[in-house]
């Protein structure tokens, strides 16, 4: 079964920085897809960035030029990169992978449990 577990959250001052981290693990064959979405209570979870394995990367209009994602695929990881954070950014986030496992080849979609990210001074 393929654990999806996302690290790094926090409580960060306005104008600060944090790094999350997600990993992948167990029976995996290819990793197409990794992303980072966020979900404030009572709120629909939303796109935050996405990374996809030809190289091409998707940013949500809100975060574009202050959020940056990478991969280690060596690693089966992914990471946000979150600056010039804002009290609107306050939200859980969770990690998101489309995988493609085990003898049957069969392509899932993935979710961590999420990491708290508070905003505020």
């Known amino acids: 079964q393929v654990q999806v577990v996302e690290s790094g959250g926090g409580l960060v001052q306005p104008g600060g920085s944090l790094r999350l981290s997600c990993a992948a693990s167990?029976?995996?064959?290819?990793?197409?897809?990794m992303g980072w979405y966020r979900q404030a209570p009572g709120e629909q979870r939303e796109l935050v960035a996405t990374?996809?394995?030809?190289?091409?990367?998707m940013y949500a209009d809100s975060v574009k030029g202050r959020f940056t994602i990478s991969r280690d695929n060596a690693k089966n990881t992914v990471y946000l990169q979150m600056n010039s954070l804002k009290p609107e950014d306050t939200d859980s986030y969770y990690c998101?992978?489309?995988?493609?496992?085990?003898?049957?080849?069969?392509?899932?979609?993935?979710w961590g449990k999420g990491t708290l990210v508070t905003v505020s001074s």
């Open positions: 990374s996809i394995s030809n190289g091409n990367t």
């Open positions: 167990r029976d995996i064959r290819t990793i197409y897809r």
């Open positions: 998101n992978a489309e995988i493609v496992t085990g003898p049957s080849a069969y392509r899932g979609n993935y």
